[in-house]
């Protein structure tokens, strides 16, 4: 019966949150003075004024927890305070996890994701793939989030996806996956030698694709052994436009991981307007693009993520 009380009690102030246009704001706090202690719990209790925005506040503290979103709980919005002091982290490799799909500490499957001011951690380390955040969501939003790991961070897994002013750190392959997305003025930070991105188009008839656009590409006991990107599947995409790159870039930029037949034939990487001691036009593989103005267009922000619907998150 208590928790009964206890429930409706924390029903009521979620309700009393609730904006005329179906948003609910609730707040999650570690020391059990907001409306839940976990993100979890916010996710999978508050309620969802038919299926409106749920805004989730994250007070500042490290959460020690796996969050999972699920496809009936679309619009979802974490927002903390302040990224260095909002941390959701966990510490699970794929090898425990059961493969590297379900390792994640948060997993995003439903639409219209947001998050802001949020780091997302998978503190496992060295040794293993270990994802920070699974995104499977189109028109998902993430500005001013940290994304923190070693092998396999983030998986832009599916969907539209639009990060701003973030920032992403790792080692192998940290982030991968097939989404469309863009990664607008973000700091790209490489752990150690090794590649960083690892985009898996399988078609050319898909519009997916990596589009890096004016980041910042820096790293830390790299010497000059980082790769830009290599092809996950046959047909990647990956561009980087008027990005800043330090001297831990290899002169040739590109990998074909090990497949010179093939994926040189089919990867499709282009780069324009890179500047800082690791651009090196001269010396990139011969088989990536050095992209024209009239090129560069159709991988500006709001061009590709349009999509049929005229989605422009970058406008907002």
């Given at each position: 019966?208590?928790?009964?009380?206890?429930?409706?009690?924390?029903l009521?102030?979620?309700?009393?949150?609730?904006?005329p246009s179906?948003?609910i704001e609730?707040t999650?706090?570690?020391?059990?003075?907001?409306?839940?202690?976990?993100?979890?719990?916010?996710i999978?209790h508050a309620?969802d004024?038919?299926?409106?925005r749920?805004?989730?506040?994250v007070k500042?503290?490290?959460?020690?927890?796996?969050?999972?979103?699920?496809?009936?709980?679309?619009?979802?919005t974490l927002m903390?305070?302040?990224?260095?002091?909002?941390?959701?982290?966990?510490?699970m490799?794929?090898?425990e996890?059961g493969?590297?799909?379900?390792?994640?500490?948060?997993?995003v499957?439903s639409?219209?994701f947001?998050?802001?001011?949020?780091?997302?951690?998978?503190?496992?380390?060295t040794?293993?793939q270990a994802?920070?955040?699974?995104?499977?969501?189109?028109?998902a939003?993430f500005?001013?989030?940290?994304?923190?790991?070693?092998?396999d961070?983030l998986y832009?897994?599916?969907?539209?996806q639009?990060?701003?002013?973030c920032?992403?750190?790792?080692?192998?392959?940290?982030?991968?996956?097939n989404?469309?997305a863009?990664?607008d003025h973000?700091?790209?930070?490489?752990?150690?030698a090794?590649?960083?991105a690892?985009?898996s188009r399988t078609?050319p008839?898909?519009?997916?694709?990596?589009?890096?656009y004016?980041?910042?590409?820096t790293g830390?006991?790299?010497?000059?052994?980082?790769?830009?990107?290599?092809p996950?599947?046959?047909?990647?995409?990956v561009?980087?436009i008027?990005c800043?790159m330090?001297?831990h870039?290899?002169?040739?930029?590109?990998?074909?991981?090990?497949?010179t037949?093939?994926?040189e034939?089919?990867?499709?990487?282009?780069?324009?307007?890179?500047?800082?001691p690791g651009?090196n036009?001269a010396?990139?593989?011969k088989?990536a693009?050095?992209l024209?103005?009239a090129?560069?267009?159709?991988?500006?922000?709001d061009?590709?993520?349009r999509?049929?619907?005229?989605?422009q998150?970058?406008?907002?």
């Amino acid at each position: 019966m208590l928790r009964l009380i206890v429930f409706m009690h924390v029903l009521a102030l979620a309700l009393s949150a609730s904006t005329p246009s179906g948003i609910i704001e609730v707040t999650v706090s570690q020391d059990g003075s907001a409306d839940f202690k976990t993100v979890q719990q916010a996710i999978d209790h508050a309620p969802d004024e038919a299926s409106g925005r749920l805004i989730i506040h994250v007070k500042p503290g490290t959460y020690h927890e796996r969050v999972n979103i699920p496809q009936e709980r679309p619009r979802v919005t974490l927002m903390g305070d302040d990224a260095a002091s909002t941390v959701i982290t966990f510490g699970m490799s794929a090898k425990e996890a059961g493969g590297t799909f379900l390792s994640a500490t948060v997993e995003v499957n439903s639409t219209g994701f947001e998050a802001e001011n949020v780091t997302f951690e998978n503190s496992f380390g060295t040794g293993s793939q270990a994802v920070a955040i699974d995104v499977h969501s189109d028109k998902a939003v993430f500005r001013k989030c940290r994304f923190i790991g070693w092998q396999d961070t983030l998986y832009a897994a599916w969907g539209r996806q639009y990060y701003y002013d973030c920032f992403i750190e790792g080692h192998v392959d940290f982030i991968f996956g097939n989404a469309t997305a863009v990664f607008d003025h973000c700091e790209i930070h490489s752990r150690g030698a090794g590649y960083i991105a690892a985009e898996s188009r399988t078609s050319p008839a898909q519009t997916t694709g990596y589009v890096f656009y004016k980041c910042k590409l820096t790293g830390e006991n790299t010497a000059t052994r980082v790769f830009l990107a290599r092809p996950w599947r046959p047909y990647s995409r990956v561009v980087y436009i008027d990005c800043e790159m330090g001297a831990h870039i290899r002169p040739e930029g590109w990998n074909n991981w090990n497949n010179t037949a093939a994926n040189e034939k089919t990867a499709w990487f282009g780069e324009y307007g890179s500047t800082g001691p690791g651009a090196n036009s001269a010396a990139r593989m011969k088989w990536a693009h050095e992209l024209t103005p009239a090129e560069v267009k159709q991988f500006l922000p709001d061009t590709f993520l349009r999509g049929d619907d005229g989605w422009q998150p970058q406008s907002k």
